[in-house]
DNA sequence: CAAATAGTGTCTGTAAGACATTATTTG
DNA sequence: CAAATAATGTCTTACAGACACTATTTG
């Protein structure tokens, strides 16, 4: 009976397959906000609403590739600064039509880095929406996923030396710290902020200076390294 | 042109399903030693190596339901007191028969809890290894991911409440102390680690003391809140 | 010279880590 | 009384956070 059981289990198995698709949260700083790119459906379900860009994994291709794939067919950026998973959703009946088991990709880019968005095929518009102000008509469960990308990008920011995917190759200590309190939506003691980076030996000077308006000039800095590191 | 390409891509995403499985990492503390439950596979590919249990998600059933009933089905427990999502991996040919995509949870319950452990229909046996020492002959990608979950095990008990999820109902500061020096593995000062833990107000005195050998008894404790808590 | 941002140092409180001795039990 | 683990406090150092003034530029 128990191997019945089994044998039951394995038939049932075998035919019930989910659509696997990826959604890729892309994120960038502009006009002192920390914006995410959402597309406006063209199709039901939830046609007209807002969603993150996403699609079906294709035969060959890797998750992080699909990923990929999707920011440059949205952003025509080459390759994202920083790119990771960020969580699976698979709810039976997230998508009313069938089931998608949706891997979702956060990615993050410097503004600059962008060109002209460009709206996919099943979709009217790709605009930049506040992330931290969210529209109203999101489709399935996106503002649930944005949430939580948020959320997560807040902690790697206080934990990691992630700030380096957002800004330009050269930036000033003001751009910096503007980063870090457009995301954690805080303001920060300038002259705290600027003791801990020198600790941390984050950055290093590149000599030069910018005038930015009518004050002042700033020194602008380089990342020492661009890539993911934990502090602390 | 651009059209043409996208209806290309329309009909190859119609006609690619990977399967979805749900593969589930279960830690428990036993004898001293982290440990993880493996199976010994009995089909190929990777016959007789060791794998971490799992299977196909099921028609209608969640990814977390599915971690949740590999768990039941492997140790008798009817929940784990901590499970979480670990990572997604998508590689295309992780699994040589076919595309499998397969969602990774991580469970962590008392050795307490588990009654004994059954092979599932596809394996010979079931077994605790050692999870900071493992066997050379793992399935798959296994391996990887088995390293992968204990990273995020060390960092979550560093950063979490989340031992209370692999001690007794009641225990003694020293046992709640073995549990960090074996995750982590390095030796902890008992009086540092003590004023931490009071420091937190992670655990309240049950009043009561316990005799482990011969010497003094200890006093044992209980947690203050059995959920999850970011600390610091 | 007004306006705006750049740039800089000290003090205080808290947490982390190093470190040694006494207390209590059993055989 | 020997062996084994339980229980406890102090000192030093590092980091976090609060806080205010001077420097430099443009119009």
Chains 1, 2 share one sequence.
Not at 168 to 197: A, C, G, M
């Amino acid at each position: 009976m128990e191997h019945q059981e089994q044998k039951k289990i394995s038939y049932m198995e075998s035919i019930h397959r989910p659509s696997v698709a990826v959604d890729t949260l892309i994120f960038t700083i502009v006009e002192n906000a920390l914006k995410v790119l959402l597309v406006k459906r063209l199709l039901p379900p939830f046609e007209g609403f807002w969603a993150i860009p996403g699609g079906f994994v294709r035969e060959g291709e890797s998750l992080e590739q699909a990923a990929k794939r999707e920011l440059k067919e949205e952003t025509g950026a080459e390759a994202a600064e920083y790119l990771e998973q960020l969580y699976t959703f698979g709810e039976p009946n997230r998508d009313p039509r069938e089931r998608v088991v949706s891997v979702a990709y956060f990615a993050l880019i410097p503004a600059s880095r962008i060109g002209t968005i460009v709206a996919s095929s099943d979709a009217t518009e790709a605009a930049w929406c506040d992330a931290q102000e969210l529209p109203q008509d999101l489709a399935f469960d996106h503002a649930k996923i944005i949430k939580y990308a948020l959320l997560r990008l807040q902690w790697k920011l206080e934990y990691t030396n992630i700030a380096y995917s957002l800004l330009e190759e050269e930036f000033t200590l003001s751009e910096f710290q503007k980063v870090y309190e457009i995301i954690l939506n805080r303001r920060i003691d300038k002259r705290n902020f600027r003791k801990k980076i020198e600790k941390l030996s984050l950055v290093k000077p590149t000599g030069k200076t910018v005038v930015r308006g009518v004050h002042r000039p700033a020194k602008t800095y380089r990342f020492a390294k661009k890539e993911l590191l934990l502090l602390k």
